[in-house]
């Protein structure tokens, strides 16, 4: 058995390097031309066809290419001075979003008892933020809380709906700094993020610290507290995250 071992794992290696060496000759070692080439010719080229000239390996021409910069969210004494300016900034600006996508604005009053953020609209989202079954769901949950919508400032740190969004490069363009602008002109009473993991690579904290920083970010006045927990999605998919959040709520609230 051990000979049998043996032989198989010298027919691994000379398949291995037989490949390698297939497509060494066949000129991929990492480098790539335009010029079609002749795999098959042997020796030298021939006068007709010069020697295209050496190409760098991949690795060095994606080192070398420069990588394309995401927009900047415009200079920051542009930004909205007040909620009633924020929802149609939020809604033109163009490096807050990828062109093309659907935004939705942020709704409710300024100085809410609550302000619900989300990373970003539902999929399912129609003509409002959170209209979708998220939004139902959320519903139920702030009639639990004794509130109603209407009272509660609904908001999303992202205005349209990204399919696996980048939130560092997101983070790049100055959409965490947009955020807190955000939060500090809702100015709430108190603060419930849905889905901390988005949020909290956009303002650079790590999930655990999440609610200290953002309890932090209004220290002109004094200070929003906050509660971070699950997205409302995962809620739906797993019923039980409903009952652990519930539990957190009565305790933060002291009911």
């Not at 021409?61 to 900047?72: E, F, G, K, N």
């Not at 990828?98 to 999929?123: C, D, H, I, K």
């Not at 995962?234 to 933060?252: C, I, V, Y």
Request: hydrophobic share 45%; no cysteine.
């Amino acid at each position: 058995m051990p000979e049998i071992a043996d032989a198989n794992r010298a027919n691994w290696s000379e398949a291995l390097v037989a490949a390698l060496d297939w497509w060494r000759d066949a000129g991929v070692e990492g480098t790539f031309v335009d010029d079609p080439q002749d795999w098959l010719a042997q020796g030298e080229h021939s006068a007709e066809a010069p020697a295209p000239a050496p190409q760098k390996p991949l690795r060095e021409l994606v080192a070398t290419r420069d990588s394309p910069q995401a927009p900047i969210v415009s200079d920051r004494s542009r930004w909205p001075q007040s909620l009633d300016e924020f929802a149609s900034w939020w809604l033109a600006e163009g490096p807050l979003a990828p062109a093309g996508l659907a935004r939705l604005p942020p709704a409710g009053p300024v100085q809410a008892r609550l302000m619900v953020l989300v990373p970003m609209p539902s999929a399912d989202d129609g003509d409002a933020l959170l209209s979708g079954r998220a939004g139902r769901l959320l519903d139920a949950m702030l009639g639990s809380m004794g509130l109603a919508r209407a009272e509660t400032y609904i908001a999303s740190a992202l205005p349209a709906h990204v399919p696996m969004p980048d939130w560092e490069a997101l983070r790049a363009t100055g959409l965490g700094e947009v955020l807190l602008h955000h939060i500090r002109l809702a100015a709430p009473q108190k603060l419930l993020v849905l889905g901390a993991t988005g949020v909290s690579a956009l303002l650079g904290h790590d999930p655990p610290n999440l609610a200290h920083g953002l309890r932090t970010i209004n220290q002109e006045t004094s200070g929003i507290a906050a509660i971070s927990t699950w997205d409302l999605d995962a809620m739906l998919a797993r019923p039980s995250l409903k009952a652990g959040f519930w539990g957190r709520w009565l305790d933060w609230t002291g009911k």
